[in-house]
């Protein structure tokens, strides 16, 4: 199955300010998504992110605060815009697996605002 | 896609068996059962899927029942380090409506 490097691992930001997480997969795959998951909270979708056209949100986000690229099939990126301490969480990206043996996940961003 | 729902907590004794179950009793024909789990602090892991069919591999066992509308993920000698939450989803194979949806899943707790 695919390998995904997510980076940064982790990180404190100041409110007001933007973070950009990068997601590097291995090999080209068709299907990306990012996921958030709160403190003791399980995985939500933010977004699945199209190769060549725009991401598709999911209920209860939206493009300004969680911008999202896919230049490639190898390569994407979410920002977390104008932070502040309630998008304290982790955020992951998943790719779609070989076949039916489903998605891969990143390790994942800590991110703290303060 | 089909809801699914898991007891909140488990327990188990290190070597025995970890029988985890799960009901989709509104499973479509075409959606698959998939089960993750996901180590604290580490990105959720596939452990295995299944559509009809009982299924196994390194890992674990998947019994889905007859009518599909429920399955157990059997962990046959449990060790401390298959302490995690695990999550039963269920989803097409294919398609843009194959992404992932998280349950809260069941959070097993393997003991000495």
């Known amino acids: 199955s695919a390998v995904i490097s997510q980076k940064p691992s982790r990180d404190i930001c100041q409110r007001g300010t933007s973070l950009t997480i990068q997601c590097q997969v291995d090999s080209q795959v068709t299907m990306m998504f990012w996921y958030r998951q709160q403190p003791g909270q399980s995985l939500t979708l933010i977004a699945t992110a199209n190769q060549g056209s725009e991401a598709t949100y999911e209920s209860g986000f939206v493009i300004d605060k969680f911008p999202i690229s896919r230049p490639n099939l190898t390569f994407s990126t979410l920002t977390v815009s104008n932070m502040s301490p309630e998008d304290s969480s982790i955020y992951l990206c998943?790719?779609?697996?070989?076949?039916?043996?489903?998605?891969?996940f990143g390790s994942g961003t800590r991110l703290t605002v303060v | 896609d089909a809801k699914t729902t898991q007891p909140p907590s488990m327990d188990c004794a290190e070597g025995r068996a970890a029988n985890l179950p799960c009901n989709h009793s509104?499973?479509?024909?075409?959606?698959?059962v998939y089960w993750y789990r996901q180590i604290h602090s580490q990105g959720p892991q596939y452990i295995i899927h299944g559509l009809k069919n009982n299924e196994t591999n390194e890992m674990a066992s998947l019994i889905i029942t007859e009518d599909r509308k429920s399955s157990t993920l059997i962990l046959p000698h449990a060790t401390l380090r298959d302490t995690a939450v695990y999550y039963c989803i269920v989803r097409p194979s294919t398609g843009t409506a194959s992404k992932l949806t998280f349950g809260t899943g069941t959070r097993l707790q393997v003991t000495l």
């Open positions: 998943s790719a779609e697996g070989q076949g039916l043996y489903g998605y891969t």
């Open positions: 509104t499973i479509s024909g075409n959606e698959y």
